[in-house]
């Protein structure tokens, strides 16, 4: 799946935020110019800092508890 999300060769780095007030877990997995979201259950601003200029091609969600996806609006 990543293969089809992320075009190019590039190196995919894997960076896991806790939500320690709901203990839910966002991972953002990024190349050098794309990013996907999984579970966005963070705090928005702290991932735009990691996000930077990339570009969002895919949002996942695991399950549909509100504490996984909270931050989706954003």
Known sequence: MLNKCFKGENMIKIETFC???NNANTYLITNDKDAIIIDPANNIKTLKKYIDD???????LTHGHYDHF???RE
């Open 70 to 72: 909270k931050s989706l």
């Open 19 to 21: 939500d320690h007030f």
């Open 54 to 60: 990339k570009k969002v091609v895919a949002i996942l």
